[in-house]
């Protein structure tokens, strides 16, 4: 991509900013695109109708008149627009036309006259643009173009700026993607001549943030090329501040602080049963946390046989971590007072501030937080566990189940649901982290923690905003090539939406904006949180997949069915199984069951033939991955199936061959426990349900494409 002639285009853009206006004429957008090479038909401007026709007969052929005013944005409204004039006396009678129009819509508007151009058509209408996004910033949508665009939304966004590969998975993106690529006959678009587009536009509103919104639309694609035949620009016309943001290293070092403290404040302690500061004190005491607690209270001179102090300021030695348990009022006060202790993290389980309106409150605090470089988690969080430490700083049940999953949640309630699920199923975790009204501490933060902690091997979040989704993705997208990261975004509808709003303050942006960036950051999003939970206990439990071909194998017809169902769903592929590979399980099953994929081997069959289908499916390099489907019979109790599986799985990974295997078990109620027996090998088993451990397979093959390893 030849370099952009960026001094043309701040030129332009310093120029319409003095002179106060939103938008840019459509002569100056021309010059703007030739400056990146976005390709648009020949034109001219007309300021008389005479010079209208003498453009007219140097393009050629037909040519679209419209108005060039900087007060009239909205052309073809203002009946500023009329296409397939041929000939200079049509050319003529278009400029009068248009001119007459453009006062009679806007008698004081501004005309720097009429735009004659090449007039363009033929292959398929799109849509290019890109918009600055509340949560993302700049962000480049694609989509089909004409009255498509808005009767079928079928667009796709991602993050600016964009490399070629990115551009051209926007093309490849849309539902329609088929129809550009030649359905039913037609002739095909230039992929890669709209990709180049795309790619140009994202530098373009990255070079020049000013740029609010950026729209080429129509834009005509082709076999041989892609013209845009509609430019519209619109800036900003105050200061453009960019959001101030700590490096990598200075996050790293506060939440290494307060995820491993060496000594905690409980701002708020106290001796008196039921009250919040009663119940941190008791879980950091009994959960075995074994660095110093310092309990806060200026009327108390002990607090559960450990000496109270009236003030931070009173306490002896350093403190890493204050957790805050008095009423909102009394934050900002003690809060100063941690400030001049040079305390560097503050855990605000108190409500009343921005969640009930109280801005101006939480404004002052977080003020505070900046003024002494303390970082705050919250307010209006149930607090935080870290479980590499015993460190249970929360008012709610304790909880020592360790494990490498770390769990975040925006919601109280959610982070309890959390808690239960996590408890239920053992499901062991190195963290489970409040964030709340996140005035300071939010996801990126916490997920540069867990990409280099080596206790954290997968990390869930629920959030209902993002409040700097550009930093979300910067962070996400290089810790997903280690970790999977799983995310159950709230509001998914305009009316989950205006509750999240209503709950946290937070500005939900569009879900397709959201599903598109999150899915390019290379994070698996949950649908709902039954899925985000199985996501985080069963990701880090499967191997990684060396390749896309999945098998299934069942013992009933009906739920094979399902399975393959299931498969389509969580976008897996079933492999297409070769002559000899059908020969071989052929051999193993009855000749009333059915060898192809889903491979049938039918109700009765003894245990022997559930484990010779399963090693052959385990030892086949072709085969990458293994979906069971078990029927409960007298013939294989379901803890024999359990047992024979686990055993022949091992097996296979005593010689190096470990590949996801998941179950889905029906029968009666035997099968909760062979399930869970499952589970403790490793192998994703769920009873009951057969979309359920599909889903998980489904979302490890999603994280193992996003990060790279399948080829």
């Not at 694609?221 to 013209?227: E, I, V």
Request: charged share 20%; proline share 6%; with cysteine.
């Amino acid at each position: 991509m030849p370099a952009p002639d960026k001094a043309a285009v701040r030129e332009i853009i310093d120029k319409v900013r003095a002179e106060g206006r939103e938008g840019l004429t459509a002569p100056e957008g021309k010059l703007v695109a030739d400056a990146y090479g976005i390709p648009t038909p020949a034109e001219g401007l007309a300021t008389t109708a005479d010079e209208a026709a003498k453009l007219a007969g140097e393009i050629g052929g037909s040519v679209v008149c419209k108005i060039v005013s900087p007060d009239i944005l909205h052309k073809t409204e203002a009946g500023g627009v009329i296409v397939g004039v041929t000939g200079a006396d049509a050319a003529r009678e278009a400029f009068d036309k248009i001119m007459a129009n453009a006062k009679a819509y806007n008698a004081e508007a501004t005309i720097d006259g009429v735009q004659v151009q090449q007039m363009v058509g033929g292959g398929q209408e799109v849509i290019i643009g890109a918009t600055t996004d509340p949560t993302f910033g700049k962000i480049v949508a694609f989509g089909l173009g004409g009255v498509l665009v808005e009767v079928l939304k079928d667009v796709t966004f991602r993050l600016a700026p964009l490399d070629a590969a990115e551009s051209r998975s926007m093309v490849d993106g849309i539902k329609a993607a088929e129809v550009l690529h030649g359905a039913r006959g037609a002739e095909p678009v230039d992929i890669d001549a709209l990709a180049d587009v795309i790619q140009k536009v994202s530098a373009l509103v990255t070079d020049f943030p000013e740029i609010s919104e950026f729209d080429l639309n129509p834009v005509f694609a082709s076999g041989t090329g892609a013209t845009a035949a509609d430019i519209r620009i619109l800036v900003e016309t105050g200061e453009v501040a960019e959001p101030v943001r700590l490096t990598q290293e200075e996050i790293l070092s506060s939440m290494t602080r307060l995820m491993n403290p060496r000594a905690i404040a409980v701002v708020g302690a106290s001796d008196q049963e039921g009250k919040i500061g009663n119940s941190v004190m008791k879980n950091l005491i009994n959960g075995g946390y074994a660095g110093e607690i310092y309990p806060i209270n200026p009327k108390a001179d002990q607090i559960l046989g450990r000496t109270a102090y009236k003030s931070v300021s009173d306490v002896p030695g350093d403190v890493d971590v204050a957790v805050f348990a008095v009423p909102a009022k009394f934050v900002a006060g003690a809060l100063t007072e941690c400030g001049e202790k040079g305390i560097p993290a503050a855990v605000m389980i108190p409500s009343g501030f921005a969640e009930t309106g109280n801005q101006e409150l939480q404004d002052e605090v977080v003020e505070i937080a900046h003024r002494y470089q303390i970082r705050m988690l919250g307010p209006n969080i149930y607090g935080y566990y870290y479980t590499p430490q015993n460190l249970c700083a929360t008012f709610c049940t304790p909880y020592d189940v360790k494990g490498g999953v770390a769990l975040t949640s925006q919601s109280g309630g959610i982070g309890m649901a959390i808690l239960g699920y996590a408890r239920t199923t053992k499901m062991g975790v190195s963290a489970i982290v409040g964030l709340g009204n996140k005035s300071d501490v939010d996801e990126d933060d916490l997920l540069t923690y867990f990409e280099q902690d080596d206790n954290t091997q997968a990390v869930a979040m629920h959030l209902e905003d993002l409040k700097d989704g550009r930093a979300f993705v910067e962070t996400a997208k290089r810790m997903t090539k280690k970790k999977p990261v799983v995310v159950l975004k709230a509001g998914r509808t305009a009316l989950g939406a205006r509750a999240a709003s209503s709950h946290t303050g937070a500005l939900a942006g569009d879900d397709k904006v959201y599903d598109d960036i999150l899915r390019q950051s290379g994070v698996v999003r949950a649908p709902g949180l039954n899925e985000m939970l199985d996501y985080a206990r069963g990701l880090p439990l499967l191997p990684t997949p060396q390749g896309e071909n999945v098998v299934i194998i069942t013992g009933a017809g009906g739920s094979g069915v399902l399975l393959s169902d299931a498969c389509v769903e969580a976008g897996l592929s079933l492999m297409d199984i070769p002559p000899d590979l059908d020969e071989a399980f052929r051999r193993y099953i009855p000749p009333f069951g059915a060898a192809g994929n889903p491979i049938d081997i039918t109700g009765g069959e003894p245990p022997s033939t559930y484990e010779a289908t399963i090693r052959l499916g385990l030892e086949d390099p072709r085969i990458h991955a293994l979906i069971l489907g078990y029927w409960h019979t007298i013939v294989t109790p379901p803890m024999v199936f359990a047992e024979l599986t686990a055993r022949v799985v091992e097996e296979a990974r005593a010689k190096g061959i470990d590949k996801p295997v998941v179950a889905s078990l029906a029968g009666d109620t035997e099968v909760e426990k062979a399930s869970d027996y499952l589970f403790d090998h490793r192998i994703i088993a769920y009873p009951y349900t057969t979309e359920r451990p599909v889903a998980v397979l489904g979302a490890k093959y999603r994280w193992a494409r996003a990060a790279g390893l399948l080829s």
